[in-house]
């Protein structure tokens, strides 16, 4: 249950998110007029996009995740369930999958702001519970510092460590936040509550996977925490046990993602290429300043480690540990820097304490400010990874109506982006990380538009079914093939690029358009 001392300034600042996460994208959808039509996407769009994908896959019937952004996407597996079911949802309210998206963005949204809420309760004095609010709700770092100098750091880079960034991208940051959150939050060793966490557990485990495994490193680091000289093994066993409701409800679905991309190769594949390593060290300590400097400053005189301080230290002791998920490790840790500035900020009464809140504040917001105001550019030119044209959407359109679902599209990197999450089709390169071998194929779409073919890009170009190409293709250096089209759509169309899938052979198209050098 939720302990407000200003019932007013939550539901305010709660309504001041929503509203914040909302604007922008309603105003780049105005915006897009009669000759665009809107991604959806306004932030980190290729992972928008295999998003949308994945609910593609949903919205057309899947419950296994199939590679979307590769030429042979493989028998797949139950991963990214929380997207086909979205999917789904989609298809039986017949609600546009971009709709979709966003509803549950902002319903993920009113739950971690719920969550932060109840959080903020269980650990915080009554004192510091609106300033941590305010700060988690709509604070991010000090990283606007180094934009002047061609710098993009971790607080626009990161949106998952910062409550307001995660609600702003897509629906599994801020709900898988909200339901970390709920976890962490001490309950009474019931059986109803128990069964609770177990529940709550899984749909973490599945919503995100790598939140459930934030959760058990902080719940077990305060169970070790907590231990004396002389040890304490009650207080220790205590502690554990309140973890197996966790272990039993998220860690076999854990343990099943680990296996299910250890045996499929091509998902093993696209794992590999799924790496994020930190940051250098100057860059995080901008991106959670001002407030992890108020942490350092609440440490003072403390003897038992609170949950706060044990998730702060876990997240940034293992973002620099030598693992392949390093920037993983910072999902949601401006929560606690959050509670931990706030209390070091009540030590202050009176107007010092108001205007060290203030040059907080003042300090936190221009990251997101910066980020919100971007789309106020978009009038005078639609970026185009964010926009199709109209004729680019006409032709997905049609892709979609006319062609067979295992088919696969080839057109330039940049619209290649949009074919899975629009089309349902498959695309020759799409993604750094989940198009397999993403650096070879790219290079050999990019051969292909530009003429200068090598024997060692045709296997990447002979699943191809159909040939895009429109404005982005020709800026490559694109030519079209001299028979008429499939479908055409003022300047763009769509032509039949078929090749034996068992034979490595030059495809009929660029023989005439695109000679291959000799070997």
């Given amino acids: 249950m939720l302990r407000r001392e200003s019932p007013r300034f939550f539901y305010f600042i709660g309504a001041l998110v929503l509203l914040l996460a909302s604007l922008p994208y309603l105003y780049a959808w105005r915006v897009a007029g009669e000759m665009h039509v809107f991604s959806g996407l306004l932030y980190n769009p290729l992972d928008g996009a295999s998003?949308?994908?994945?609910?593609?896959?949903?919205?057309?019937?899947?419950?296994?995740?199939?590679?979307?952004?590769?030429?042979?996407?493989?028998?797949?597996?139950?991963?990214?369930?929380?997207?086909?079911?979205?999917?789904?949802?989609?298809?039986?309210?017949?609600?546009?999958?971009?709709?979709?998206?966003?509803?549950?963005?902002?319903?993920?949204?009113?739950?971690?702001?719920?969550?932060?809420?109840?959080?903020?309760?269980?650990?915080?004095?009554?004192?510091?519970?609106?300033?941590?609010?305010?700060?988690?709700?709509?604070?991010?770092?000090?990283?606007?510092?180094?934009?002047?100098?061609?710098?993009?750091?971790?607080?626009?880079?990161?949106?998952?460590?910062?409550?307001?960034?995660?609600?702003?991208?897509?629906?599994?940051?801020?709900?898988?936040?909200?339901?970390?959150?709920?976890?962490?939050?001490?309950?009474?060793?019931?059986?109803?509550?128990?069964?609770?966490?177990?529940?709550?557990?899984?749909?973490?485990?599945?919503?995100?996977?790598?939140?459930?495994?934030?959760?058990?490193?902080?719940?077990?680091?305060?169970?070790?925490?907590?231990?004396?000289?002389?040890?304490?093994?009650?207080?220790?066993?205590?502690?554990?046990?309140?973890?197996?409701?966790?272990?039993?409800?998220?860690?076999?679905?854990?343990?099943?993602?680990?296996?299910?991309?250890?045996?499929?190769?091509?998902?093993?594949?696209?794992?590999?290429?799924?790496?994020?390593?930190?940051?250098?060290?100057?860059?995080?300590?901008?991106?959670?300043?001002?407030?992890?400097?108020?942490?350092?400053?609440?440490?003072?005189?403390?003897?038992?480690?609170?949950?706060?301080?044990?998730?702060?230290?876990?997240?940034?002791?293992?973002?620099?540990?030598?693992?392949?998920?390093?920037?993983?490790?910072?999902?949601?840790?401006?929560?606690?820097?959050a509670g931990l500035g706030a209390l070091a900020l009540t030590a202050w009464d009176g107007a010092r304490r108001r205007l060290a809140v203030a040059l907080a504040g003042a300090l936190a917001a221009p990251t997101v400010l910066l980020i919100l105001l971007t789309v106020l550019s978009f009038p005078a030119a639609p970026p185009p990874e964010l926009y199709l044209t109209r004729a680019e959407a006409d032709v997905l359109n049609w892709i979609a109506a006319n062609t067979p679902p295992e088919s696969v599209v080839l057109a330039s990197p940049q619209l290649s982006v949009f074919i899975p999450a629009f089309a349902g089709r498959g695309v020759v390169y799409g993604h750094p990380f989940e198009t397999v071998e993403a650096e070879a194929a790219e290079a050999a779409v990019l051969h292909f538009f530009a003429g200068s073919l090598t024997p060692a890009d045709l296997p990447y170009l002979v699943p191809a079914d159909y040939l895009l190409i429109g404005p982005r293709e020709r800026a490559l250096g694109a030519h079209p093939p001299p028979s008429p089209p499939l479908c055409r759509r003022a300047d763009v169309a769509l032509w039949p690029y078929s090749v034996p899938r068992t034979a490595y052979s030059v495809p009929r198209y660029p023989i005439t358009q695109f000679p291959i050098p000799a070997p």
């Fill in 51 to 337: 998003y949308l994908a994945k609910m593609r896959q949903g919205w057309e019937g899947a419950w296994r995740y199939r590679l979307a952004f590769t030429a042979e996407p493989g028998e797949g597996a139950f991963l990214f369930l929380y997207y086909l079911f979205l999917g789904h949802l989609a298809r039986f309210l017949h609600l546009p999958i971009p709709l979709t998206y966003h509803l549950a963005r902002l319903a993920g949204t009113a739950a971690l702001l719920y969550a932060l809420d109840a959080f903020y309760a269980a650990y915080l004095p009554p004192r510091a519970r609106k300033t941590a609010f305010a700060f988690a709700a709509l604070g991010s770092g000090m990283g606007w510092l180094a934009l002047p100098f061609g710098l993009i750091p971790t607080d626009f880079s990161v949106p998952e460590a910062y409550p307001f960034l995660s609600a702003y991208v897509n629906p599994h940051f801020p709900l898988g936040l909200a339901l970390a959150l709920l976890l962490l939050i001490p309950r009474p060793p019931e059986k109803k509550e128990m069964l609770l966490d177990g529940w709550i557990s899984l749909l973490l485990a599945v919503i995100s996977p790598f939140g459930m495994v934030l959760v058990l490193l902080v719940r077990g680091g305060l169970a070790l925490g907590r231990v004396r000289v002389p040890p304490r093994w009650s207080a220790l066993e205590e502690g554990f046990r309140s973890l197996l409701p966790l272990v039993a409800g998220g860690l076999p679905y854990l343990l099943y993602t680990q296996w299910a991309v250890r045996a499929d190769p091509l998902l093993a594949a696209w794992n590999a290429q799924n790496l994020t390593p930190a940051a250098p060290w100057w860059d995080v300590l901008l991106a959670f300043s001002p407030l992890l400097p108020l942490a350092l400053w609440s440490l003072r005189g403390r003897e038992r480690p609170s949950l706060l301080w044990v998730w702060v230290t876990a997240a940034f002791l293992l973002l620099y540990a030598p693992l392949s998920l390093q920037r993983r490790f910072l999902m949601g840790v401006y929560v606690p820097l």
